[in-house]
């Protein structure tokens, strides 16, 4: 009976804690945090781009890369490769909303509990970081 009772108060109490409404992001924090997602999806691609203009002219002058390359060519244009990338886009379309709460959520969390207290630290870490970022991995060439 007492372990019974412990369980329910220890539920109620759990339950208690989560009822709290994870209050919303400030707008500043998200523009921020969207902007340092563009610019790291910008040296993402700038990067594969210049990793795909240095191997391509090794694949044309190698046996191996040609044939690899034919493989790749070969798999793309296979039906169920080409449904599973179908189905996989629609799968992320769908799921687009869901991962955009869970991040606003996210970012309201960090804004309320978090940023008081380690905010300027990852803003100076941030800032310190981009000049190694911009020769290693530059965001536009």
């Known amino acids: ?3 019974t ?8 109490v759990s339950v208690c804690v989560w009822a709290e409404p994870i209050p919303a992001p400030d707008k500043e924090l998200v523009e921020k945090y969207e902007g340092l997602k563009a610019v790291f999806f910008k ?6 781009t210049k990793f795909v203009a240095a191997v391509e002219p ?3 002058s190698s046996p191996t890369g040609k044939l690899a390359k ?23 379309s769908e799921l ?6 869970a991040r606003l959520s996210l970012l309201g969390a960090y804004g309320y509990y978090l940023r ?11 800032n310190n ?3 190694v970022l911009n020769t290693i991995m530059p965001a536009e060439d």
């Open 1 to 3: 009976m007492k372990l």
């Open 5 to 12: 009772l412990a369980l329910i108060l220890a539920l109620q």
């Open 43 to 48: 040296r993402l691609v700038n990067a594969y």
């Open 58 to 60: 090794l694949m044309e």
């Open 70 to 92: 034919e493989t790749m060519d070969e798999i793309k244009k296979r039906p169920r490769v080409e449904s599973a990338i179908k189905i996989l886009t629609g799968l992320g």
């Open 96 to 101: 687009q909303p869901v991962v955009d709460n």
């Open 116 to 126: 008081p207290y380690i905010g300027e630290t990852l803003d100076n870490a941030i």
């Open 129 to 131: 970081i981009k000049p």
